[in-house]
């Protein structure tokens, strides 16, 4: 069993940068692939990003490729979502997950994760 608690969100400006972090509770975090997820207001929940347990290995959606750089640090337990020059279509609630599964690479399906944090809300400002 994994417990994931998302932090970091809040309201930005366009353009501006925010670092989300998810802990997870448990010892075999390191061992679990992870992704980001996202869901905006009368939308289903999209991908967003995913890394490997290495860490060796990352997937992007493409609206966020070459803005936000999915990481982790595998000693704290954490996985981060750094997310720089975001824009107004990124508002939505962000979510962590952990994939307890095997998968090369990383899955970008919902599907395959089964451990959710609870969201935090990134809200961003024209």
């Known amino acids: 069993q994994v417990q994931l608690v998302e932090s970091g969100g809040g309201l930005v400006q366009a353009g501006d940068s925010l670092r989300l972090s998810c802990a997870a509770s448990?010892?075999?975090?390191?061992?679990?692939?992870m992704a980001w997820f996202r869901q905006a207001p009368g939308k289903e929940r999209e991908f967003v990003a995913a890394?490997?347990?290495?860490?060796?290995?990352?997937r992007y959606a493409d609206s966020v490729k070459g803005r936000f750089t999915i990481s982790r640090d595998n000693a704290k337990n954490t996985v981060y979502l750094q997310m720089n020059s975001l824009k107004p279509k990124d508002t939505a609630v962000y979510y962590c997950?952990?994939?307890?599964?095997?998968?090369?690479?990383?899955?970008?399906?919902?599907?395959?994760?089964?451990?959710w944090g609870q969201g935090t809300q990134v809200t961003v400002s024209s």
């Open positions: 890394i490997s347990w290495s860490g060796r290995t990352t």
């Open positions: 997950a952990a994939d307890p599964g095997t998968h090369y690479p990383p899955a970008v399906s919902e599907k395959a994760y089964d451990y």
């Open positions: 448990g010892r075999t975090f390191s061992s679990y692939d």
